[in-house]
T-cell receptor
Framework: DAGITQSPRHKVTETGTPVTLRCHQT?????MYWYRQDPGHGLRLIHY???????DKGEVSDGYSVSRSKTEDFLLTLESATSSQTSVYFC???????????FGSGTRLTVV | RKEVEQDPGPFNVPEGATVAFNCTYS??????FFWYRQDCRKEPKLLMS???SGNEDGRFTAQLNRASQYISLLIRDSKLSDSATYLC???????????FGTGTLLAVQP
């Protein structure tokens, strides 16, 4: 779906390094979300944003921060990556107003 | 207890079979309900919303039982292309946050 893109698609990083993942949308939607997906846990909300500079924590926010300085970009930062943050990260936008999300293609992050 | 619970499966069914998945949710204030489909190593995609009156989209039928707090998805005449993980999703109250179940894996066999 061209309306939402994530970068990078894959990343391998070392423990203790900071990492930033980018989510970019072209649809001007107000709501944006970061989820992580792990076996046995499903998708869990990390942080979300309901407008420029308006963000809030989800259920697994420890070790993560976010920023949204423009409507189209929502950045997720792992301040000091740990092996427990090895996961697939999905960004989503609230497209339809009926609260159905559209997801980006995901970022596979490996922390070694 | 998880907010949204699903049988992980796998459900192995032959082509043409009818298969049903159930999902239970714990928050009685949940307001919106969805089924998403996720193919292996891909992002989740919205399959259908679930309405109180039940709704149908081709071979797919979704039902909501608020009293018992469960949601169902029925797939008729299964196709090989239906093989995927099906995610049950709810919104806890009047929010824009979605809570996902861990998914049910469906494998349709030729």
């Amino acid at each position: 779906d061209a309306g939402i893109t994530q970068s990078p698609r894959h990343k391998v990083t070392e423990t203790g390094t900071p990492v930033t993942l980018r989510c970019h949308q072209t649809e001007n939607h107000r709501y944006m979300y970061w989820y992580r997906q792990d076996p046995g846990h499903g998708l869990r909300l990390i942080h979300y944003s309901y407008g420029v500079k308006d963000t809030d924590k989800g259920e697994v926010s420890d070790g993560y921060s976010v920023s949204r300085s423009k409507t189209e970009d929502f950045l997720l930062t792992l301040e000091s990556a740990t092996s427990s943050q090895t996961s697939v990260y999905f960004c989503a936008i609230n497209r339809d107003g009926n609260y159905g999300y559209t997801f980006g293609s995901g970022t596979r992050l490996t922390v070694v | 207890r998880k907010e949204v619970e699903q049988d992980p499966g796998p459900f192995n069914v032959p082509e043409g079979a009818t298969v049903a998945f159930n999902c239970t949710y714990s928050n009685s204030a949940s307001q919106s309900f969805f089924w998403y489909r996720q193919d292996c190593r891909k992002e989740p995609k919205l399959l259908m919303s679930v309405y109180s009156s039940g709704n149908e989209d081709g071979r797919f039928t979704a039902q909501l039982n608020r009293a018992s707090q469960y949601i169902s998805l029925l797939i008729r005449d299964s196709k090989l292309s239906d093989s995927a993980t099906y995610l049950c999703v709810v919104t806890p109250g009047a929010t824009n946050k979605l809570i996902f179940g861990t998914g049910t894996l469906l494998a349709v066999q030729p």
